[in-house]
């Protein structure tokens, strides 16, 4: 399974900011999965699930952001957003698209729990 590599290596990122920060927990974890980013949010979790036991992140909270695929259509130039791949621009019905978001895999922010006072 991908995604469980995935979360391996996104924990493994984790595991270093909590060392660099002294912190005691993780609390909050906020990931960007865009729909062209090879990865399936759903599959994520539960991989994350699967994963959790027993490493930092073991009772922090996941949140998982689903940005739209964006595609810049070259035919008449408009820019178009939606929820999954579709091979033809919305406003002409050109296929000549150029994807222009949706492909990342982020880790945007990480909510650590620390003694210092926030
Ligand atoms: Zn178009």
Do not use: Q
Request: with cysteine.
């Amino acid at each position: 399974m991908h995604e469980l590599s995935v979360v391996a290596s996104l924990v493994e990122t984790i595991e270093e900011l909590v060392r660099e920060n002294k912190a005691k927990a993780v609390t909050g974890i906020w990931i960007k999965v865009g729909p062209l980013s090879g990865v399936v949010p759903e599959l994520l979790e539960s991989a994350f699930d699967m994963y959790r036991k027993g490493t930092v992140v073991e009772k922090a909270r996941l949140s998982i952001e689903k940005p739209p695929l964006r595609a810049l259509c070259r035919a008449c130039r408009r820019e178009t957003e939606r929820a999954d791949y579709s091979p033809a621009c919305p406003v002409c019905g050109s296929t000549d698209l150029e994807i222009t978001g949706g492909t990342d895999l982020l880790l945007e922010r990480v909510e650590l729990e620390t003694d210092e006072p926030a």
